[in-house]
């Protein structure tokens, strides 16, 4: 995509987040000035490759109202960056809000907004020209490689006329364009933003043209039953980061985020008044001793997801971390999906605590081919679907706290043992004794079988 001088230069830089399944851009406009497409909330990142490459970043671009992180355009608006948005979108502070068919001058480029209503009702993708040529789309959650967007994140009621809008937008606005024009979708793989999708991060239309198994229906009734037959369950949070990202989110600067350190004594009183607990470290970890009514979230890609899966909305949260693990991480996750009240660390973590007399408790750990009572697997559905370990009972990690689950000793099954000391820690905390959790999944156990589908 290499154009003159005074146009974009290379191909925008992705910035992936294995965890929420997403991708940001940053497009270097040719004339010192960079464009960020849906920043995720910390703008260090986008700050810091601009530096390197000598830009200065002008244009924060938001396709649309975000419902599975909290956007960082705010942010990057407040360092000097303008933001565009969708018109309709409805934002409390100061946007440039853009209908389909508008066009903005980036100096050499032109950014034209498309509508395409679907994904959300103010969704637009931007069009990137090199004069008349188009030499990027930025699809948000219109289209993704080998998928698009779900639909049902508004309303349930608005989920089928979402659906059938995504289909006219794809046939009147986005098919449209060349094939060999170059797709950077938002969502992709591990998204829960996402209809089912492959691993790849960015297409081509011609490719999804040729292979999207949802644009191969051959009508827009058989698109809208495909679509909503791969939809699954989503986070709760997505249901409150849509108006966090209207209203416009808390502002805490490019500084790398840290923990303040507690004292035992005070963590203990914190979560006697109701501070959640979360245990950070690995498995194994927690396994050897823990705070009793702590629940485990291992940092990983994935922590803020399940993170927000399981700690109620504007809950006081306290963490407790091994030495080596990145704190930094840890805040830009819990923030990434809307979690303001991080109140810091225990100070020493659960070495500190016992020295101070408190109590600790320990989560057995059973092998996969020995579990200890009924099996309970905490995956998602379509896993469970594709393979579980005959005659266990299921209940996905996230419904657990409103789910009835068997009396009697239960040894909790994941694909590898995260999900599952989750889903351990939080019957503890509720009061059951009698947990295990299962090192490893249902493949190991050599006996998994695929889900009965009529």
């Known amino acids: 995509m290499a154009g003159p001088a005074d146009s974009m230069t290379s191909s925008p830089v992705a910035f992936v987040d294995e965890g929420l399944g997403n991708s940001s851009y940053l497009v270097d406009l040719g004339d010192g000035r960079a464009l960020a497409v849906d920043p995720t909330r910390h703008p260090g990142a986008y700050l810091a490759e601009a530096e390197r490459r000598g830009l200065t970043v002008a244009f924060a671009a938001e396709t649309h109202l975000h419902a599975d992180f909290v956007s960082g355009s705010r942010e990057l608006a407040a360092l000097g960056a303008t933001v565009l948005a969708p018109g309709q979108g409805g934002y409390v502070f100061p946007v440039r809000g853009l209908d389909d068919g508008d066009e903005l001058d980036l100096g050499g480029l032109t950014l034209r907004a498309l509508g395409t209503p679907g994904h959300t009702p103010e969704h637009l993708a931007y069009l990137l020209l090199d004069g008349a040529r188009p030499v990027a789309l930025f699809s948000g959650g219109a289209l993704l490689p080998g998928a698009v967007a779900r639909t049902d994140l508004i309303d349930p009621a608005q989920t089928e006329p979402l659906a059938r809008a995504l289909w006219r937008s794809l046939r009147a606005r986005v098919l449209t364009l060349p094939d060999d024009l170059p797709v950077y979708p938002t969502h992709g793989a591990g998204s829960f933003c996402s209809a089912p999708a492959g691993g790849e991060r960015t297409t081509t239309i011609g490719r999804e043209r040729a292979a999207n198994p949802l644009l191969a229906a051959p009508d827009e009734d058989a698109f809208v039953a495909r679509l909503q037959a791969g939809l699954g369950t989503y986070p709760p949070y997505f249901l409150r980061l849509r108006e966090v990202n209207r209203t416009g989110p808390a502002l805490y600067g490019a500084g790398e985020p840290e923990l303040a350190l507690l004292e035992p004594q005070r963590v203990r009183r914190l979560a006697e008044q109701g501070a959640w607990v979360i245990d950070v470290r690995p498995v194994s970890a927690f396994a050897s001793a823990h705070l009793p009514g702590s629940v485990s979230i291992a940092l990983r890609p994935q922590f803020g997801t399940w993170l927000g899966w399981v ?144």
């Open 311 to 454: 700690v109620p909305d504007g809950a006081p949260v306290v963490f407790v971390a091994d030495p080596g693990q990145d704190r930094a991480e840890v805040v830009r996750q819990a923030r990434n999906v809307g979690y303001e009240r991080l109140l810091g660390e225990l100070g020493g973590g659960v070495a500190a605590w016992q020295a101070s007399g408190l109590p600790a408790q320990r989560m057995p750990l059973a092998p996969v081919r020995a579990p200890v009572g009924t099996i309970l697997d905490v995956r998602q559905a379509s896993e469970f679907a594709g393979g579980h370990v005959p005659g266990a009972t299921h209940v996905e990690l996230g419904a657990l706290a409103v789910t009835p689950v068997p009396d009697g000793p239960l040894a909790v099954m994941c694909a590898h043992g995260e999900r599952a000391m989750t889903g351990a820690s939080l019957l503890a905390r509720a009061g059951r004794r009698d947990v295990t959790v299962v090192v490893g999944g249902p493949e190991g156990a050599g006996t998994a079988v695929p889900a009965h589908r009529s």
